[in-house]
């Protein structure tokens, strides 16, 4: 339930501490002067869980990363169903599509615990565009793995088999390049990873249990620590598809195929 007495998300934020500033991948390939800009224009803050940082309707003002915590980017279906797309863990920077076109969110982003999240004003956002190559390079290589990732999402999403859907739902989680901040731990309860893939509670433990069976997750206090990230990609596999192809999507990328197919 979304947190209604906490003040608004503007009268929260704060400057980022230097700590925060060095968790921010992309800024350190900014110029000086750059660098400069987006300090000044960067502003962090805590979001609760059940908060929404984003909401259906609501004009693109900041560009969002998570500096620490894990949220959700969901909707509604037609019928009323909630839909969760993906989740965002620490280092995961999301909406610049929203941003760069200038519109509307069309989809909730909402804290499924206390989460430190960095904002950067659009304003500043489009002024980096205009001139840092670096930048533009980053946002390009953004939206390709991410175009991978619900690529990959869309089609397991479709699949019966819990077990599938749990590994894909780590194996996004573990990205190397959307989520930089992860390593080979991430910090996630049952209960977190039950929402993010639409499972209860009772069949992500079964669907970890037999993931670790396999020696490709470890289940730790609090978190999972991932022990071979390609063959939990692998387990995505269908019949018919090769590993390599599965490994692909897995890494953010679309299969090769014939130009028209």
């Keep these: 339930m979304e947190n209604k007495r906490a003040e608004p998300l503007h009268l929260r934020a704060r400057a980022a501490t230097a700590e925060e500033l060095a968790d921010i991948s992309w800024l350190q390939a900014l110029e000086e002067h750059e660098r400069r800009v987006v300090i000044e224009n960067l502003r962090v803050a805590v979001v609760a869980p059940g908060e929404l940082l984003c909401r259906v309707g609501k004009a693109a003002t900041y560009w969002f990363g998570v500096i620490d915590g894990l949220l959700k980017m969901s909707n509604d279906s037609e019928l009323g169903v909630p839909m969760t797309f993906i989740g965002v863990p620490p280092g995961g920077w999301f909406g610049e599509g929203t941003v760069i076109k200038r519109e509307v969110y069309r989809y909730n ?3 499924l615990r206390n989460s430190v999240v960095a904002g950067l004003r659009a304003e500043c956002f489009h002024w980096l565009l205009d001139r840092s190559i ?3 390079r980053f946002i390009m290589q953004q939206l390709n793995e991410r175009l991978g990732q619900f690529i990959a999402a869309r089609e397991i999403d479709r699949m019966t088999d819990s077990d599938a859907r ?3 739902s780590l194996a996004a989680l573990f990205h190397p390049i959307l989520y930089p901040g ?8 049952q209960r977190e990873l039950g929402y993010l893939v639409g499972l209860s509670r009772q069949r992500v433990n079964e669907a970890l249990r037999a993931l670790q069976q396999a020696r490709l997750i470890r289940i730790e206090y609090g978190g999972v620590r991932v022990l071979d990230l390609e063959g939990l990609r692998a387990r995505l596999q269908r019949p018919g598809r090769t590993r390599a ?3 692909e999507v897995g890494r953010g990328q679309s299969p090769s195929r014939p130009f028209g197919s």
Excluded: Y
């Design 166 to 168: 749990v590994a894909r």
């Design 245 to 247: 192809a599965v490994a």
């Design 109 to 111: 982003i909402q804290a």
């Design 182 to 189: 992860v390593g080979s731990e991430l910090r996630i309860t």
């Design 134 to 136: 670096p930048f533009n």
